[in-house]
Nanobody, 124 residues
């Protein structure tokens, strides 16, 4: 089992950058693919990005390609989401999640463990 704690959210202006972090407990972090999802008010939780166990493969939803970068540091049990050129439509609660599969999924059901989320608000 793994516990996940997100941090790094906040209120920023459009065009700004934020880096989200997700710290995982336990000594088996490298055995999980990791993902980031987000949920805007009144909307469903959507896939944002994912990274394989080794960090060698990454996946993004189209709306964040070229602006967001997912990375991980297995020695620090942490996954990151670097968000650049933020837009008001990026406003949401951001969640990290762990997937025991070798290849991370893009669906909520693929993930086994979830953090509590961190709020990102982008003002225009």
């Amino acid at each position: 089992q793994v516990q996940l704690v997100e941090s790094g959210g906040g209120l920023v202006q459009a065009g700004s950058s934020l880096r989200l972090s997700c710290a995982a407990s336990g000594r088996t972090f490298s055995s999980y693919a990791m993902g980031w999802f987000r949920q805007a008010p009144g909307k469903e939780r959507d896939f944002v990005a994912a990274i394989s166990r080794s960090g060698g493969s990454t996946y993004y939803t189209d709306s964040v390609k070229g602006r967001f970068t997912i990375s991980r540091n297995n020695a620090k049990n942490t996954v990151y989401l670097q968000m650049n050129s933020l837009k008001p439509e990026d406003t949401a609660v951001y969640y990290c999640a762990a997937d025991v599969s070798a290849i991370p999924g893009t669906k909520i059901a693929a993930y086994d463990y979830w953090g509590q989320g961190t709020q990102v608000t982008v003002s225009s």
